[in-house]
């Protein structure tokens, strides 16, 4: 396959008429300076594809419904409240109809690849279904469908607070000690073998809240290869019942206990002093940042100047899918850092452009935070691709250098004309090749699951 682009940032550098070729799924060989002829698709401008390195898919159907203020002060817990509510009735093929929706918006909106967060593995009164990943085959099913490039990662969840409460409720669905879900890892990736050769499975501690200091040794030692991700920090109460418990905040505890390195993503690594923020840069982990999701939510802003001024990684990811929108988030990332410092392009360690700064940089992480071998334009990189219409009125005035501060902070989604998971065409002309059917499904599956909730 031959792509040629008109422009195209090749390992950061801006190139004119280039033509891209991939073979198995990976760049082969990029040339310059050349044009058109021989070409199996021509696009207007292109560039590396994000990873969204954070999705729970099924809280996408919950998307509109918690804006209501109720009787008191609002806030995550409330909210979490109403997600239990919503998983009592909530069924696999529901399951898998919400997850290809959530993958097709993502691909649409230029993602090629996504990290799931996966904790619901059982029935609604926790038990586990036959299959004990049933519901993790939703999510390769969904993935298959829409040929997005997947990470699997399974959540170990069996405590209800950080003091080790039994689970009840909506929790249940989640409940695993550390021999069942160490199964569930080996379920999954029996079953990884449908999926193109790009997919893989890693783990997911939830938080430390939801597990426990031994759990989590065992665990680690049980899987000392492959992505580990874990929510950690991101809200004060959090952060307050960790310290309170073992005697350290939520970061510097987990980079105390063990060896956190490049293999870690660290979710909403929101409340973090600036000790704890020079510390995780130097691990080399990347800090999985949800912007859109943490505002929604009201989490509070990272300490993203400290955190890029030490070389800090850092990834993007639409958590619970309020809102799919990858220029979104990448402008929701630098606004709160503006209004918490009333300061403009905050999100440079030095000088330069805010949005080359934003969109490379979270390209870079989400690949390394996905175990995924992309995140920029090189030979031998996976053919995670993105192509844009500059031609569209909220780019057609730039220059290239200024192109990617035009996609942050002025363009919507609709300027991304093509998307390629690994050679994967699955988004031509702005549209999913599968769209209608996909939206279809999803419209009868939430017509049964609403009326049940």
Request: with cysteine; net charge negative; glycine share 8%.
């Amino acid at each position: 396959m031959k792509i040629h682009a008109k422009s195209s940032l090749v390992d950061r550098v801006w190139l004119q008429n280039v033509c891209l070729t991939c073979v198995d799924g990976k760049i082969s060989n990029w040339e310059s300076g050349v044009n058109i002829d021989g070409a199996d698709y021509a696009v207007d401008v292109l560039l590396p594809a994000l990873g969204n390195l954070h999705s729970h898919t099924f809280q996408r159907a919950m998307a509109g419904m918690t804006e209501f203020r109720t009787a008191g002060r609002e806030n995550f817990w409330t909210w979490r409240d109403l997600m239990y509510r919503f998983l009592g009735h909530l069924t696999p093929d529901q399951y898998e109809a919400i997850a290809a929706l959530v993958f097709m918006e993502m691909l649409e909106a230029g993602y090629a690849s996504v990290g799931e967060f996966h904790y619901v593995h059982h029935q609604p009164n926790g038990a586990p279904y036959s299959q004990l990943s049933e519901l993790s085959e939703r999510v390769f099913a969904a993935a298959k469908q829409t040929g997005i490039g997947l990470t699997h990662l399974p959540v170990l969840y069996t405590y209800g607070g950080v003091n080790q409460e039994p689970l009840a409720g909506g929790q249940l669905r989640f409940a695993n000690d550390v021999e069942r879900f160490l199964s569930l890892v080996e379920s999954c990736k029996a079953s990884q073998s449908d999926l193109p050769a790009d997919a893989q499975v890693g783990i997911a501690p939830h938080s430390l809240r939801a597990t426990s200091p031994i759990d989590l040794g065992r665990v680690l030692q049980a899987t000392p290869q492959g992505p580990v991700h874990i929510h950690i920090s991101e809200q004060p109460k959090e952060v307050a019942d960790v310290e309170a418990k073992l005697g350290q905040r939520p970061v510097e505890w987990l980079l105390n206990k063990f060896d956190v390195d490049t293999r870690w993503c660290l979710i909403h690594a929101t409340h973090m002093s600036k000790a704890e923020t020079i510390a995780m840069a130097n691990s080399g982990a990347v800090a999985g940042l949800c912007p859109i999701t943490e505002a929604n939510l009201g989490d509070g802003p990272f300490n993203g100047r400290t955190f890029l001024e030490h070389d800090g990684a850092f990834g993007l990811g639409s958590d619970s899918n309020v809102r799919i929108s990858l220029t979104e988030e990448l402008r929701t990332l630098e606004y709160s850092q503006r209004l918490r410092d009333m300061a403009r392009n905050v999100l440079v360690a030095k000088e330069g452009s805010v949005g080359k700064t934003l969109y490379t940089g979270a390209a870079l992480g989400g690949a390394q935070a996905l175990g995924r071998d992309a995140g920029s334009i090189e030979v031998g990189k996976l053919a995670d691709l993105v192509a844009i219409d500059r031609s569209h009125p909220a780019l057609c005035t730039l220059q290239d250098d200024q192109l990617l501060d035009g996609l942050c902070f002025v363009a919507p989604d609709s300027v991304v004309t093509d998307t390629w998971s690994a050679g994967r065409h699955v988004v031509r002309e702005g549209r999913h090749k599968e769209r209608d059917a996909i939206v279809a499904r999803y419209k009868s599956a939430l017509s049964k699951l609403l009326q049940a909730v």
